[in-house]
């Protein structure tokens, strides 16, 4: 039986025994986390997938067992990725919606706009699956891994796509990391406008603080609140993606708001929030730990350099975008 959201691991994994993945995925998401906070600028998320990309081959030599299995992998990669999304709203105050400035949402829409126009334009001319161009282009536009998990059940996008789809983000992520602050300075941009700079053109959070922390406090502390700000383009997005789905119910961004709604209500105890982002955190590395070992390598090789490419275009698009709307708001 597959979930609502999910599609049929290709090869022998589905097949194995639920006491070995299982055991395999928690290592797995637990490792990714270890290493994540050693390495920030790369993140758990990056080191999920690689693990379970690395590993994929030898697991589908597990031992078959018909009898009494379990679909470990479509649980990891529908209700858990679902419940990581849901818990990262504890990290979001409504509140902050506000204190980030009316005149930055502009930059945020046009700068998401802009991106998965082109996503879906130069994607098709490159010749890319519906698809991967989907989840690149968002995962530039929004928040890098955590909204491409967020829309994988919208779109029930293979675990090829959703791996070659975070390896192209991270990629550009390092690239933000060590390019952006020195144009910054090239370009005279106070921390203010940096840190709009960086929240509304750097997709993951991690390479968001440190892009920012390198220019700055001030630069550091608005960046931040942008990147959270612009996390909540995920619900629109997912729910359009989700109008064309049979199956997926997006039941989990309402969820999300109501978490987000209790954080700025003060009904999450402070001591508890640390707690809960680093649960999310091991959930989305489960997760795509799960979609790393369901991933078809030799579909990653025939698929090519161009998602590479699209995500360069995407990345120099948005990044032009947003200093270009800076510019014309007078921001």
Known sequence: MTLPGTR????????????????????????????????PSVGAPVFAVAGGVLLSRAARRLPDRAAGREPVLDVARGPVLRL???????????????????GSVP??????????????????RLGIPSDLRTLIGVGTGICGASAIAAVTPALRAKSGDVAYAISTIFFFNVAAVLV?????????LDQRAFGLFAGTAINDTSAVV???????????????????????????VTLVLSKGARAPKPWFLGAFLLVAAAHTLG????????????????????ALAAVGLSTDVAALRRAGPRPLLLGLILWIAVGATSLGLQRLTGL
């Not at 930059?107 to 098709?124: F, I, K």
């Not at 952006?180 to 005279?188: C, T, V, W």
């Not at 105890?269 to 680093?278: I, K, M, V, W």
């Open 8 to 39: 049929p691991v290709p090869g022998g994994l589905r097949r194995a025994e639920p006491g070995q993945v299982l055991p395999l995925l928690l290592v797995l998401g637990l490792a990714a986390c270890t290493a994540g906070a050693f390495v």
């Open 84 to 102: 990581s999304i849901v818990l990262l709203g504890a990290q979001l105050s409504l509140g902050e919606v506000v204190s980030v400035g009316v």
């Open 107 to 124: 930059v945020m829409l046009g700068t998401l706009a802009v991106c998965l126009l082109l996503a879906a334009l130069v994607g098709r």
């Open 180 to 188: 952006f602050p020195p144009l910054g300075h090239l370009l005279g």
């Open 210 to 236: 440190a892009a920012a922390t390198a220019y700055g406090p001030v630069a550091a502390q608005h960046a931040v609140v942008v990147k959270l700000v612009r996390t909540l383009m995920i619900i629109p």
């Open 267 to 286: 009904l999450v105890p402070g001591e508890l929030q640390p707690l809960l982002h680093r649960l999310a955190l091991f959930c989305i590395a489960v």
